[in-house]
């Protein structure tokens, strides 16, 4: 391969990944404002809003009554007030950034650990991008463990 042919791929490579590392931080913005979003409603009892903002697919998947109940149960389980996190960070690996950029991938996936003055819980968003927005599709709240949590390390 000739140099000018070397130069011209790194070239492209440098541009493909820069592009592709600004569209991360975008999307991930999003992303944190949304996660933000919910939580703001979340705390304030705001079942319904949630579900009004929320994506068709999670309208087709739960009426109103049942995603709204969901979400009380979740809140009646040591979940008075949810704080904030700081940044929702994308996992991708390579092949997800060539899908996002090349395709226009618009599903995206986070996990996050949310605290509250009680105990510890793994939030699992799912979201649709569309015209700019993060859309809610999906949504999860396990809890993990009660405060202050202890690690078990199993030596079997």
Not at 68 to 90: A, R
């Amino acid at each position: 391969m000739t140099a000018s042919k070397l130069f011209l791929l790194l070239l492209l490579s440098v541009c493909f990944f820069g592009c592709a590392f600004q569209e991360n931080r975008e999307v991930e913005n999003k992303l944190t404002k949304s996660v933000s979003n919910f939580h703001a409603l979340f705390n304030e009892n705001k079942f319904n809003q949630i579900y009004s903002e929320a994506d068709d697919e999670l309208k087709n998947k739960f009426t109103e009554q049942q995603f709204v109940s969901y979400l009380e149960v979740v809140k009646g389980n040591d979940v008075e007030k949810l704080k904030d996190i700081t940044h929702v960070w994308l996992k991708d690996d390579l092949k997800d950034v060539a899908k996002r950029i090349l395709v226009k991938k618009t599903k995206f996936s986070n996990v996050e650990l949310a605290f509250t003055e009680k105990a510890m819980f793994r939030e699992k968003f799912e979201w649709n991008l569309r015209s700019g927005e993060a859309k809610l599709t999906a949504y999860e709240m396990e809890k993990i463990c009660d405060k202050p949590c202890r690690l078990v390390i199993d030596t079997k």
